[in-house]
């Protein structure tokens, strides 16, 4: 199992940028994605996450400026990110996770920088 995330960078505040995180290795149309992101020195939060059937929720900070997509013809789960903040810059991390008979089993991408500057 491999996802590769991209499209990091570092913008100005009130730009975009948009996140795709490409997964390989599992059947992803049936299963719930996300994106979470770490900042130095903070615990990892969940900032959006999208079903498999392409329902969406977000973390308070982020309703109404990111949306989250899925493709499931690419396996790719997509953030689009706007009026971006400096409390947003973090290292983007996508997931994907499935529940087994043991629990909840998760996969993570490599992590993607996102630097807003003020």
């Known amino acids: 199992v491999q996802l590769q995330a991209s499209g990091g960078g570092l913008v100005q505040a009130g730009g975009s940028l948009r996140l795709s995180c490409a997964a390989s290795?599992?059947?992803?149309?049936?299963?719930?994605a996300g994106w979470y992101r770490q900042a130095p020195g903070k615990q990892r939060e969940l900032v959006a996450e999208?079903?498999?059937?392409?329902?969406?929720r977000y973390a308070t900070s982020v309703k109404g400026r990111f949306t989250i997509s899925r493709d499931n013809a690419k396996n790719t789960v997509y953030l689009q990110m706007t009026s971006l903040k400096p409390e947003d810059t973090a290292v983007y991390y996508c997931?994907?996770?499935?529940?087994?008979?043991?629990?909840?089993?998760?996969?993570w991408g490599q992590g993607t920088q996102v630097t807003v500057s003020s």
């Open positions: 997931n994907v996770y499935q529940y087994q008979t043991s629990g909840r089993r998760d996969f």
């Open positions: 290795g599992l059947t992803f149309s049936g299963k719930a």
């Open positions: 999208i079903s498999s059937s392409g329902l969406g």
